[in-house]
């Protein structure tokens, strides 16, 4: 499964896995409205994606503002593939929150 969300995991996660476009694009906004509306803090892993396309990026530009106003913590855990950084940095992602501030590479650059 291309989008999943694991809850038991503390905090919980979401793993977007291979190719994430348009058409995961109604399956990838209710699991992340699902996390935001159930966790306090929610990671979001792309260690595994291979790529991803500009509904996806923008769902993501969008649960990234909702958790701002939320007070949920939204963010990325683990390594970014260089195809996804540059997707990121292409739509105007300079930064993005990521789990660890402190990790070296947590810019999006």
């Known amino acids: 499964m291309p989008v999943t969300f694991d809850r038991r995991a503390e905090p919980g996660t979401i793993r977007l896995e291979g190719e994430i476009d348009i058409a995961l694009a109604a399956t990838l906004k209710e699991v992340l409205l699902e ?6 803090e929610v990671r979001i892993s792309l260690e595994t ?8 990026v923008q769902l993501l530009w969008a ?8 007070g949920v913590v939204l963010a990325l855990e683990g390594p970014v593939p ?8 292409e739509a105007g992602f300079e ?12 810019e999006v650059r």
């Open 82 to 89: 260089e195809k996804l950084r540059t997707t990121l940095r």
């Open 95 to 106: 930064r993005f929150p990521f789990a660890d501030e402190r990790a070296a590479g947590s």
């Open 35 to 40: 996390a935001l509306a159930s966790m306090g």
């Open 49 to 56: 994606a291979t790529g991803m396309d500009a509904t996806a």
């Open 63 to 70: 649960a990234e503002r909702e958790a701002k106003a939320s």
